[in-house]
C-alpha cells in the first residue's frame, strides 16, 4: 500500500500583531508565536504549519478574511512564490519606517547601545529596475505554482531558484527589480534556446547543456551577457549569435563552459567573443573596470549616497591614515583615498584584491595598500606596525559581522574613530556591545539599497571615550 498522506494542520484566524526578523511577520496560536512569511501587522489569515519547532511554529498564510492597511497590491505576479521581493505588499514608506525601526531594535535589544543621534533613512529614489547583476538559471523542469489562479503548464525554465530549493526553478518572464534591456535579454535567450531543443539542465541528475544565464549593466552604458553552459555546441554558438545580433547595445558577450557539479564559476574562464571583456562603473569621480567575475555593489543608484554618508560620517582629514577593512575590490577605500595621507584595504578574495588595485592605478590613486588575508589573520600589529596606527578604520563585514579577533584589535589599537557600515543589523548590534568597552556610538544611520526586500544597509559612527 501507498503512503498515507496526512492533512496540512491548519490554524485559523490568526492575528498577525507585528513584524519580525528576516521578513517574517508574528502571530500566536495558544500562546505559541508563529512566524509568517509575505503577512502584515492587522492581517487576519488562516495559515498552514511547515515546521514546528520547539519554541516557534512557521507557518504560511493561505486565506486572508482580513487584510492589514499596510497592504498594498504587489507589482510582481510572482510575488510569494520568487521569494525575492518579501515586501512588496508593503507601501514603500511603510518599508522605510519598519527598516529603521529593526536596526533601533537590534541596537536596543542585542546591542544595548543608544546612538547619541538617529538620523533618518536614506530612502531610495529608485525602487524598482535598480539592480545592475542578475544570475538566472536553466532547468529542464520549471516549478509549478497556481498564480492568479492559473497553473502554469510544466515546461523547461529559465529564472530563479525557489527559497531552499536548489532543484526547482521558477519560470521568470518578467521581474521587476531588472530593467527592460534585461528582461527582454533573458526572455530571448529562453526562447532562442526552446526553439533549438537545446537541453536545459537538470539539477537532479546533473545533465544538460545551458546552465545559467548573467547579465550585469553599469551607470556608463555597459551591458555584460554571460551564457554558462556544460559544453559549445553548434546550438549555443547560434543562440550567441543571435543575441549580439538582437542586442547591439551588448558591450561584453561571454561564455563559460562549466562541467563541474555546481554553478560557482570563480575558478572558470570566461571566454570573451563580442565586445570588451570588461565593464566599466563610476561611484562619485572614481571609475571602476568590473570584470564578469568581479563583486561590485548591485544598486548603482544608491552606492553613492551609501558611501557618502559613510564618509561624511568619518570627518576625513588630509593627516588621516585610514584602515579599510573588508575592502572588497576597493570601492570606498579609492572613493575617499583623496582626501586622506593614506589608506591600507584588506579583504579575504585574491581576485577582489587584484581589481582593487589595477582600479586604483586606473584612477591614478597612489596612496593605497591592499592586502589579501583572512581578516583575523591578515590585520595584527604586524601590519599595523609596519603600515601605521590608524586615525579611522571603515569596516564593512559580511552577514556574519567581525570576528571577535578583529574587534578585540581593534580595541587594543584604539584608532579615535570606527565607522562600521553593516548589511545586518543585529550583527553589527553585537559588535557594537563589544567595542561599547571603549566607544560611543556617535550616530546611525540605515540606507536602503533594496528596496521591497527586508534587507537594510546601517552606517555607525563610533568615537574613542
Known amino acids: 500500500m501507498g503512503k498515507r498522506r496526512v492533512a496540512p494542520t491548519i490554524l485559523p ?4 500583531i507585528k513584524f519580525a526578523a528576516e521578513g517574517n511577520c508574528i502571530a500566536k496560536h495558544e500562546e505559541q508565536i508563529v512566524f509568517l512569511p509575505f503577512a502584515a501587522p492587522g ?60 536596526v533601533k531594535d537590534n541596537f536596543e535589544k542585542i546591542g544595548k547601545v543608544t546612538p547619541f543621534e538617529y538620523l ?17 538559471s536553466f532547468s529542464i523542469s520549471g516549478w509549478i505554482e497556481k498564480i492568479e489562479d492559473k497553473t502554469i503548464e510544466k515546461k523547461p525554465a529559465l529564472g530563479f531558484h525557489i527559497p531552499g530549493r536548489f532543484d526547482k526553478i521558477l519560470d521568470i518572464d518578467y521581474c521587476h527589480l531588472a530593467n527592460e534591456t534585461i528582461n527582454e535579454i533573458c526572455r530571448f535567450v529562453y526562447e532562442e ?61 561571454n561564455f ?53 554618508c559613510a564618509i561624511e560620517m568619518a570627518a576625513l582629514k588630509p593627516t588621516d591614515v585610514v584602515y579599510d577593512l573588508y575592502t572588497g ?22 581576485q577582489a584584491i587584484e581589481d582593487a588595485k589595477e582600479n586604483a592605478t586606473l584612477n591614478g590613486i597612489t596612496n593605497c595598500q591592499f592586502f589579501v588575508g583572512d581578516m583575523k589573520k591578515a590585520f595584527t600589529i604586524d601590519l599595523i606596525n609596519q603600515q601605521g596606527n590608524p586615525d579611522v578604520i571603515i569596516t564593512d563585514p559580511p552577514r556574519n ?26 550583527t553589527q548590534a553585537r559588535d557594537l556591545h563589544l567595542l561599547s568597552a571603549k566607544y560611543n556610538v556617535q550616530t546611525s544611520r540605515a540606507v536602503d539599497m533594496f528596496p521591497h526586500t527586508h534587507h537594510v544597509e546601517n552606517v555607525a559612527l563610533l568615537v574613542k571615550r
Open 13 to 16: 484566524n490568526l492575528e498577525v
Open 43 to 102: 492581517d487576519v489569515v488562516d495559515a498552514q504549519i511547515i515546521k514546528k519547532k520547539k519554541n516557534f511554529l512557521q507557518a504560511k498564510p493561505i486565506v486572508f478574511h482580513l487584510k492589514s492597511a499596510l497592504r498594498v497590491e504587489p507589482k510582481c505576479k510572482y510575488f510569494g512564490v520568487c521569494g525575492g521581493c518579501k515586501w512588496q505588499h508593503i507601501a514603500y514608506e511603510n518599508q522605510l519606517q519598519l527598516k529603521e525601526q529593526q
Open 120 to 136: 533618518p533613512i536614506i530612502g531610495a529614489d529608485k525602487i524598482y529596475a535598480y539592480r545592475n547583476k542578475f544570475e538566472f
Open 193 to 253: 534556446s526552446y526553439k533549438r531543443a537545446i537541453p536545459f539542465y537538470d539539477q537532479v541528475n546533473n545533465k544538460g547543456i545551458l546552465r545559467n544565464l548573467i547579465i550585469r549593466t553599469s551607470s556608463t552604458g555597459g551591458l555584460m551577457v554571460i551564457l554558462v553552459t556544460s559544453e559549445l555546441t553548434d546550438e549555443v554558438k547560434e543562440v550567441l549569435q543571435a543575441v549580439q545580433e538582437e542586442f547591439n547595445q551588448i558591450t561584453s558577450l
Open 256 to 308: 563559460i563552459i562549466n562541467t563541474k557539479m555546481n554553478d560557482t564559476i570563480f575558478d572558470l574562464d570566461v571566454v570573451c567573443i563580442h565586445g570588451e571583456p570588461n565593464l566599466y562603473d563610476v561611484i562619485g569621480k572614481v571609475k571602476f573596470k568590473i570584470r564578469p567575475k568581479s563583486f561590485f555593489q548591485t544598486n548603482s543608484y544608491q552606492v553613492n549616497k551609501l558611501y557618502e
Open 329 to 350: 575590490t576597493g570601492s570606498i577605500a579609492l572613493s575617499f583615498a583623496k582626501a586622506v595621507k593614506k589608506v591600507v584595504g584588506i579583504e579575504i578574495l585574491p
Open 401 to 426: 559581522g567581525m570576528d571577535e579577533e578583529v574587534v578585540n584589535l581593534i580595541l587594543t589599537i584604539a584608532p579615535e574613530k570606527v565607522v562600521y557600515i553593516s548589511c545586518n543589523p543585529a
